[in-house]
């Protein structure tokens, strides 16, 4: 028995490992030569040349007065819960800490949000947390109780987030903290105001966003030429970046309907249509015609809505094997091609079966396209995809016309147009994240409806001629914009 306290002895003090005694629950205090150490119903008495009195008789390594050493608590089973690893991971503005379990954790998930700070009790002892690189702005207390890891958590500025959540296979315990900066409120005028809030994905994402009772919401732009979004609308009090466009041509890519009049034609993808300041999105109802050189006309399809005869409006390959396709520069057939035929910029086609047109065509042969929204709205611009409907998640590419998802799956940022139950409507732009990403945080905010618009380095957010919105590098010019008049 003596052998064994021996090499416990020596084992211990080759590795153990001094805390201050607040840091383990412990009160520390001299009493007659004597070093007293007292916490969690336990008393410890050293006295310095001599050994330890209480445990009597203890082959435990020494302390140095307001240090103890943590092997001799473990030793004296002054800890009633299991060890735990730790492993430590970087996130944006926060930290992820990783318990490694000897078991499944025994509660349930949990978080906290918009607190200054906060304090933690883990069953576990998990010596390695008070190794933990804090982010700057984030003070951490951790203290090794008997029963529990104590940690207290304080954001300096700001507010602090944090998830606690378990994983399975094999058991661990995750925390994310955030520090996250304080939000912004700038009233703008009556009725409108700029804001910088966060919403969560549950990861917070940080939106930077005009909200707007009342006002006008023009569309603004003229199709083949670019610029940056605050030149579009000079006078707006804010200006949002708009729909798609070919970057090399500046042909917009969907329908853009501007006070009554089809400046671009539908691409099968949800727009965003309104009247004064009634908002909807869904699929454009659009009823297009191809008048031939008789005057007769016909109903055609428009781009993805494909019918026996299809106008298309953008530029790339058109038609399909086994038809034919018309290229039309103004009202003037210029050529007739075998499908699949390439598009340039500038000019549109008409599709249709090899042999079959519409009517009797030929080159120089006058050639018209003429559409309408059914029922009609005096506005329209074409985004997407739809993020949220009616207070649901409602994001799924594949129901719309995007040929390659790749676009839609980077992490950059992004802008949308939402509106909340009650008709507040927000012109946005996020930090980086993903469409799917920016619908769950939409939708903890409480967004109603809400419609992506093009993203990226398009992605912008004027208010009265200043860039609100975050962009590391020079906003992308653009062929259309939604700017917010005062009434």
Do not use: C
Request: proline residues 11%; without cysteine; hydrophobic residues 40%.
């Amino acid at each position: 028995m003596r052998r064994f306290a021996l090499l416990l002895f020596f084992g211990l003090a080759l590795g153990q490992t001094l805390l201050p005694v607040e840091q383990l629950g412990l009160t520390f205090r001299e009493e007659g030569g004597a070093w007293v150490y007292q916490g969690g119903g336990k008393r410890f008495v050293y006295v310095p040349g001599v050994g330890w009195a209480e445990p009597l008789g203890a082959e435990l390594p020494p302390p140095q007065e307001g240090l103890f050493p943590l092997e001799a608590l473990k030793a004296l089973g002054h800890f009633r819960v299991p060890e735990a690893g730790v492993r430590f991971g970087s996130k944006p503005s926060g930290l992820r800490v990783v318990l490694d379990l000897p078991a499944p954790y025994p509660a349930e998930p949990r978080e906290e949000r918009g607190k200054a700070g906060t304090t933690l009790y883990l069953p576990y002892l998990a010596p390695d947390l008070l190794k933990a690189p804090w982010p700057e702005g984030l003070k951490a207390q951790v203290r090794l109780l008997p029963e529990a890891i104590e940690l207290a958590l304080r954001a300096e500025q700001g507010h602090l987030y944090y998830r606690l959540f378990p994983l399975e296979d094999p058991p661990r315990l995750v925390l994310d903290l955030y520090l996250l900066a304080p939000e912004v409120e700038e009233v703008l005028a009556p009725g409108v105001r700029y804001r910088e809030v966060y919403g969560f994905t549950p990861e917070p994402l940080r939106l930077y966003l005009v909200e707007a009772e009342r006002g006008r919401l023009l569309p603004v732009g003229t199709p083949g030429k670019r610029t940056l979004a605050k030149d579009l609308a000079p006078g707006a009090l804010a200006v949002l970046n708009g729909g798609y466009f070919d970057p090399k041509s500046g042909t917009p890519i969907g329908l853009w309907v501007q006070d009554g009049v089809t400046l671009s034609y539908p691409y099968g993808r949800v727009a965003l249509l309104w009247d004064g300041f009634a908002f909807f999105l869904g699929f454009p109802q659009f009823v297009a015609e191809a008048v031939g050189p008789d005057g007769s006309r016909v109903r055609v399809g428009v781009n993805a809505s494909r019918a026996r005869y299809t106008a298309h409006t953008v530029p790339g390959l058109v038609g399909r094997e086994g038809e034919e396709v018309a290229l039309v520069e103004g009202d003037q057939v210029k050529a007739i091609l075998p499908a699949p035929a390439e598009l340039s910029p500038g000019l549109w086609a008409l599709s249709f079966p090899r042999g079959s047109p519409p009517f009797p065509l030929a080159v120089r042969d006058r050639l018209s396209l003429y559409g309408r929204l059914d029922p009609p709205f005096r506005y329209a611009l074409e985004g997407g995809p739809l993020l949220v409907r009616e207070g649901r998640y409602a994001y799924d590419p594949a129901k719309e016309n995007f040929k390659d998802p790749r676009p839609l799956q980077a992490v950059a940022p992004q802008a949308a147009v939402a509106w909340t139950k009650e008709g507040k409507l927000w012109l946005l732009v996020s930090e980086p994240t993903t469409p799917g990403a920016l619908a769950r945080a939409l939708l903890s905010l409480g967004a109603w409806n809400a419609l992506r618009m093009d993203g990226g380095g398009s992605a912008q957010l004027w208010v009265k001629g200043r860039l609100r919105s975050p962009y590391t590098g020079s906003p992308r010019p653009v062929v259309n914009a939604l700017a917010l008049y005062l009434e």
